[in-house]
């Protein structure tokens, strides 16, 4: 028998279009006034680093991810206004963005990004063993290669929070307390792939992995209760790009890369021209690192009102 103070409402009845539209309503505004913010709102030229035609090898891809470093921070503040603009309208908390502010944040990003570095180290040594995967050198001498890693850290990590706050925070909590868990994962991850088409370069498998990883990151803050994990976890999956990306001679074509790659081989097994990450050893990886994780951890428990 329920209790008396608990709602019951069966999945398969549909909803009013009264009782969703203010579930809906909110989340499709943030998404729209998001584009609208990065489409017109741009970061002062001032404020960039020079990178002119000039300049060394080296000066220009430093300088080229300073810059992307400083979009990926004016990207972040612009979300987190926003997001902190719909929340305070309906009265809601860091905590219900996804981001509580207790001590057991840096431990969540550790251990998110432990995993991901776990998995990263274990697809590394099979394709070296089985994939025909092979470090031929640096790109960079030492001091640029310690800038290129320090920057694409930075770079990568801020990547990370904006991602998770913009498509698993706010919106995802919202249209899970309208709609359950599944719709509203379904919904963001869909989202969140779509708007990858604007990046160059993208094709269709890449956008249907994509849409997988955001099921995926979703589950890691339904089993934690925020985003932390999925943070840590989603930047240094991402940061594992400047060792394991593509091999020459598309090596030198991402700031991010510091070594020279060379693959031998199936490209199913190494990924071929796109890189290890993208090979089915590498796609299997990654979802078993995330997927670990929600094993690994117990599902949060609502607190009670």
């Not at 220009?60 to 929340?87: D, P, Q, R, V, Y």
């Not at 249907?208 to 995926?216: A, E």
Request: with cysteine; net charge neutral.
């Amino acid at each position: 028998m329920l209790p008396w103070n608990t709602s019951f409402r069966d999945p398969f009845m549909p909803l009013s279009l009264r009782k969703t539209l203010p579930g809906i309503a909110p989340v499709v505004g943030y998404f729209v006034l998001s584009l609208v913010a990065f489409k017109y709102i741009h970061l002062p030229d001032a404020l960039l680093l020079s990178d002119g035609s000039g300049s060394s090898p080296a000066a220009h891809t430093t300088a080229k991810l300073g810059n992307l470093c400083l979009h990926e921070l004016f990207m972040l503040f612009l979300i987190c206004c926003l997001t902190g603009a719909f929340a305070a309208t309906t009265r809601k908390d860091a905590a219900y963005c996804g981001f509580p502010l207790d001590r057991t944040a840096l431990l969540r990003i550790v251990q998110g990004g432990g995993l991901s570095l776990i998995g990263a180290l274990f697809l590394g040594a099979f394709e070296c063993l089985f994939g025909g995967l092979r470090f031929t050198g640096l790109i960079w001498n030492g001091p640029v290669t310690a800038a290129i890693i320090l920057l694409s850290a930075l770079t990568l990590t801020i990547v990370g929070l904006t991602e998770e706050l913009w498509f698993r925070g706010y919106p995802q909590q919202r249209l899970q307390d309208t709609f359950g868990w599944w719709p509203a994962a379904l919904a963001t991850s869909l989202v969140f792939a779509s708007f990858h088409l604007a990046n160059n370069g993208e094709n269709i498998v890449e956008i249907v992995l994509l849409f997988l990883s955001g099921l995926v990151l979703c589950g890691l803050r339904r089993v934690t209760g925020s985003l932390w994990l999925g943070v840590g976890a989603h930047s240094v999956a991402d940061f594992s790009d400047i060792i394991l990306g593509s091999p020459d001679p598309y090596a030198g074509s991402s700031p991010f890369q510091i070594v020279h790659l060379l693959v031998a081989g199936p490209a199913w097994l190494n990924g071929g021209d796109n890189g290890v990450m993208f090979s089915i050893p590498g796609i299997g990886m990654q979802y078993l690192m995330m997927l670990a994780a929600i094993l690994l951890f117990r599902p949060s428990q609502p607190k009670g009102s």
